[in-house]
């Protein structure tokens, strides 16, 4: 049974069965009280996300196994390459919550939310292009977010049902480094609405690919589709000598390969431009600081491919994702 | 927790950021500390994403139990390294953790209670990035071990430092004496001309640590070897040693002459 956690007493009868909590079985189980007083079948909340989110066409994970690949900085700068078009609309929700790089890296440090009768509003970059993130919650830049997981995962939900987003293209998630709470409640909590799938970031050496292999064994069992493997810092360009080095080796192949052992597209290698952290720290997309840099190039070709990938799927279909995670 | 009391000083090395070599920092100063002849263990507290067997190449290692309590993995036949992480735990390397909170909260509490380190000196505790469940039960787990303190990781910019500023309050809010800031990644030489390049921008870590009243411990470049990690077949023991972090062993031993 998909429902019976590991370290079960034995013929435990699921945590989501009538009897949970109140069988001969769940005596001196240290669950039994949670079990026989929780409410069992699926979350209510799912249904209202899905309400709130049949305006939004496209929704798209970033994710990494590892931290400090650039998934903020890619997730930022997809959506500035979407929002490109001014007819595009694009949001970004930041679901970092011990972490939350977003708002530096847009230029909205210091912005705070407002609540309106029909929710909270997002901070706009452009008319086109809004952001949400507990950033924007915070009293300032000292302020740490300690919360345990169960707190996390309530304003994970917050996010996801009370933002108002209005209409939208596309719906980027940027999430923490790992396979937790963030991760776990996200897929769960879209379970109606559903996901178009996943971006996996990764750099060339072995110590991230370990993580990310991890991170995409995550995306197979809660059956959240892969849109691809984005390769970042595969190479370093010298400013001053313009010749190529490498300061990240791929002495296992890097994202490639692992990609190919997985059998999910392989969508390119960005390129590391000290010009990019530099744009991220002053908030600046460095697609439109710096267009003439290969990186540029590189992002731009990546993003094609995203927006290739979401064209071909169906817009906001009710689908399955988060089926093996709502039982986690 | 009474097999923590054989320990005699204990650091947690702590970045609000994911990526900025933690765990890279974290080995490096096990194994000056163990050059400086001390018994030295390293603690992997990052569940999700653990690092550290494979820094070593001890992947595919059990751990064993003795009478005493779980073994920690020994890089050396020494024994003056010893490794636990939840690596140890997984079947398959490429299998994920997918744990909530109080799972991991669980697991940290078996490596803090569970875990033999016998007469270890020095035991070092790598964390995830972030402020959550493994931070939180670190710190509480600890609070009557009296930790020497915790060393913070950066690199130098500001959106690293911006995450590194909010450990810095986890550290206050928690009791945690701040041991010090070190800035990683700071700097790469070009390899065909020399000139060296803030890949990612400068000076954040040290102006951070001016900012909080707390000790700048030094910067560490980018270098080929430590940026590859581990390559297959070899082991974080063959590695260079790194000027910065034998500077901050030397001062954690000095700070231990210090006392009373």
């Given at each position: 049974?998909?429902?019976?956690?590991?370290?079960?007493?034995?013929?435990?009868?699921?945590?989501?069965?009538?009897?949970?909590?109140?069988?001969?079985?769940?005596?001196?189980?240290?669950?039994?009280?949670?079990c026989s007083?929780?409410?069992?079948?699926?979350?209510?909340?799912?249904?209202?996300?899905?309400?709130?989110?049949a305006?939004?066409?496209?929704?798209?994970?970033?994710?990494?196994?590892?931290?400090?690949?650039?998934?903020?900085?890619?997730?930022?700068?997809?959506?500035?390459?979407?929002?490109?078009?001014?007819?595009?609309?694009?949001?970004?929700?930041?679901?970092?919550?011990?972490?939350?790089?977003?708002?530096?890296?847009?230029?909205?440090?210091?912005?705070?939310?407002?609540?309106?009768?029909?929710g909270?509003?997002?901070?706009?970059?452009?008319?086109n292009?809004?952001?949400?993130?507990?950033?924007?919650?915070?009293?300032?830049?000292?302020?740490?977010?300690?919360?345990?997981?169960?707190?996390?995962?309530?304003?994970?939900k917050?996010?996801?049902?009370?933002?108002?987003?209005?209409?939208?293209?596309?719906?980027?998630?940027?999430?923490?480094?790992?396979?937790?709470?963030?991760h776990?409640?996200?897929?769960?909590?879209?379970?109606g609405?559903?996901?178009?799938?996943?971006?996996?970031?990764?750099?060339?050496?072995?110590?991230?690919?370990?993580?990310?292999?991890?991170?995409?064994?995550?995306?197979?069992?809660?059956?959240?589709?892969?849109?691809?493997?984005?390769?970042?810092?595969?190479?370093?360009?010298c400013?001053?000598?313009?010749?190529?080095?490498?300061?990240?080796?791929?002495?296992?192949?890097?994202?490639?390969?692992?990609?190919?052992?997985?059998?999910?597209?392989?969508?390119?290698?960005?390129?590391?431009d000290?010009?990019?952290?530099?744009?991220?720290?002053?908030?600046?997309?460095?697609?439109?600081?710096?267009p003439?840099?290969?990186?540029?190039?590189?992002?731009?070709?990546?993003?094609?491919?995203?927006?290739?990938y979401?064209?071909?799927?169906?817009?906001?279909?009710?689908?399955?994702?988060?089926?093996?995670?709502?039982?986690? | 927790?009474?097999?923590?009391?054989s320990?005699?000083?204990?650091?947690?090395?702590?970045?609000?950021?994911?990526?900025?070599?933690?765990?890279?920092?974290?080995?490096?100063?096990?194994?000056?500390?163990?050059?400086?002849?001390?018994?030295?263990?390293?603690?992997?507290?990052?569940?999700?994403?653990?690092?550290?067997?494979?820094?070593?190449?001890?992947?595919?290692?059990?751990?064993?139990?003795?009478?005493?309590?779980?073994?920690?993995?020994?890089?050396?036949?020494?024994q003056?390294?010893?490794?636990?992480?939840?690596?140890?735990?997984?079947?398959?390397?490429?299998?994920?953790?997918?744990?909530?909170?109080?799972?991991k909260?669980?697991?940290?509490?078996?490596?803090?209670?569970?875990?033999?380190?016998?007469?270890?000196?020095?035991?070092?505790?790598?964390?995830?990035?972030?402020?959550?469940?493994?931070?939180i039960?670190?710190?509480?787990?600890?609070?009557?071990?009296?930790?020497?303190?915790?060393?913070?990781?950066?690199?130098?910019?500001?959106?690293?430092?911006?995450?590194?500023?909010?450990?810095?309050?986890?550290?206050?809010?928690?009791?945690?004496?701040?041991?010090?800031i070190?800035?990683?990644?700071?700097?790469?030489?070009?390899?065909?001309c020399?000139?060296?390049?803030?890949?990612?921008?400068?000076?954040?870590?040290?102006?951070?640590?001016?900012?909080?009243?707390?000790?700048?411990?030094?910067?560490?470049?980018?270098?080929?070897?430590?940026a590859?990690?581990?390559?297959?077949?070899?082991?974080?023991?063959?590695?260079?040693?790194?000027?910065?972090?034998?500077?901050?062993?030397?001062?954690?031993?000095?700070?231990?002459?210090?006392?009373?």
């Amino acid at each position: 049974m998909a429902d019976v956690p590991q370290d079960a007493p034995e013929h435990c009868p699921g945590t989501e069965s009538d009897s949970a909590g109140k069988s001969s079985a769940c005596q001196g189980c240290p669950n039994q009280t949670l079990c026989s007083t929780a409410p069992k079948g699926p979350d209510p909340v799912i249904l209202e996300i899905q309400q709130k989110l049949a305006s939004v066409k496209h929704k798209i994970m970033v994710v990494s196994g590892k931290g400090g690949v650039g998934k903020s900085t890619f997730t930022a700068h997809l959506a500035h390459g979407l929002a490109s078009s001014d007819t595009v609309q694009v949001g970004v929700l930041d679901v970092d919550i011990c972490g939350p790089s977003i708002p530096t890296i847009m230029g909205l440090e210091g912005e705070q939310v407002h609540q309106s009768s029909s929710g909270w509003s997002p901070i706009y970059v452009t008319d086109n292009l809004a952001v949400m993130s507990v950033g924007f919650l915070l009293k300032g830049p000292e302020d740490a977010v300690i919360w345990r997981g169960p707190r996390k995962n309530g304003l994970i939900k917050q996010f996801l049902r009370d933002v108002d987003w209005g209409e939208l293209d596309f719906l980027l998630i940027d999430t923490p480094p790992g396979t937790s709470d963030e991760h776990l409640s996200v897929v769960q909590y879209l379970n109606g609405a559903g996901i178009d799938g996943a971006i996996v970031l990764t750099t060339p050496q072995e110590v991230s690919l370990l993580d990310v292999r991890k991170e995409i064994n995550f995306c197979q069992r809660v059956e959240l589709p892969v849109i691809g493997v984005v390769e970042n810092m595969s190479m370093f360009v010298c400013p001053k000598c313009k010749k190529d080095s490498i300061i990240f080796p791929a002495t296992t192949g890097g994202g490639e390969k692992m990609a190919a052992d997985f059998n999910i597209p392989f969508l390119g290698r960005l390129p590391l431009d000290p010009r990019i952290g530099k744009c991220c720290d002053e908030g600046k997309s460095f697609l439109e600081e710096v267009p003439d840099s290969p990186a540029t190039d590189a992002f731009k070709s990546i993003i094609e491919k995203i927006r290739d990938y979401c064209s071909k799927r169906p817009v906001n279909k009710d689908t399955e994702t988060g089926e093996a995670a709502a039982q986690s | 927790m009474e097999r923590l009391k054989s320990v005699q000083h204990v650091i947690v090395v702590l970045s609000g950021k994911g990526g900025v070599g933690k765990s890279t920092v974290a080995v490096q100063l096990a194994l000056a500390l163990r050059a400086k002849g001390k018994k030295v263990g390293l603690l992997d507290v990052d569940l999700c994403g653990p690092s550290i067997p494979k820094m070593f190449n001890l992947e595919g290692q059990s751990i064993h139990q003795c009478s005493e309590g779980w073994l920690p993995v020994y890089v050396d036949p020494e024994q003056k390294l010893g490794v636990m992480s939840i690596a140890f735990l997984l079947e398959n390397e490429e299998e994920a953790v997918i744990w909530r909170g109080p799972k991991k909260t669980a697991m940290i509490r078996q490596f803090l209670s569970d875990v033999h380190w016998q007469d270890t000196e020095y035991l070092i505790i790598d964390t995830p990035p972030g402020t959550s469940d493994e931070h939180i039960s670190v710190m509480e787990n600890l609070r009557a071990f009296n930790p020497d303190g915790a060393i913070l990781v950066t690199t130098p910019q500001a959106v690293a430092v911006g995450d590194v500023r909010r450990e810095l309050t986890f550290c206050r809010k928690t009791g945690i004496p701040v041991i010090g800031i070190i800035e990683n990644m700071s700097g790469y030489m070009c390899p065909h001309c020399s000139e060296c390049t803030n890949i990612f921008s400068s000076g954040g870590g040290e102006a951070l640590a001016k900012e909080a009243g707390v000790q700048f411990l030094g910067c560490v470049p980018v270098t080929k070897e430590l940026a590859a990690g581990v390559s297959a077949g070899q082991s974080a023991t063959q590695l260079p040693s790194v000027p910065a972090i034998e500077k901050v062993a030397d001062r954690l031993i000095a700070l231990d002459k210090d006392l009373p």
